[in-house]
């Protein structure tokens, strides 16, 4: 088993679903906290029906996603290190969403879904690295230019 990111900065609709389908995934999970995109077709209701069409699942896990106050934090300082410890707070007190992610990912090809093109500054790494530490599997990214694995062990 491999948990997936996503991301669908600065990529059409058409790539995206490509790129999931490509890669086998059957299941996305939504983890931004609020659902909506000004780039369309990446709100709720709009992706959850193109993912249908194109033989994927959608979920929608928002207590997974980064808390207002945290990204406002850092939207006003841009100190990533606070970000992260805010965000992994969090994220320690969202254990039953991470259990239920977990057997979402290791009943299906599951990738976890925000907008951040880097997923080295995006929460959904940390989610993704959390599902698979207790899944006991690997983090692969999907992004615009190919895969990117991550190395086994990496720490949070």
Sequence with gaps: MTVFTASYEGRSLDDFLADLTVR???LVADVREAPIS???GFSKSALSEALKRAGITYCHIRALGCPKPV???Y?????WVRYT???LKHLDRQQPAVDD????AKAQRTALLCYE???NRCHRTYVARAVAEQAGSGVCHITASGLVKEAAGRAA
């Design 38 to 40: 000004r780039k369309p």
């Design 85 to 87: 410890r805010s965000f």
């Design 75 to 79: 939207r006003e300082d841009g100190d």
């Design 71 to 73: 990204r406002d934090a």
């Design 24 to 26: 086998g995934v059957r």
């Design 117 to 119: 093109a880097d997923f």
């Design 101 to 104: 992610l977990v057997a979402l």
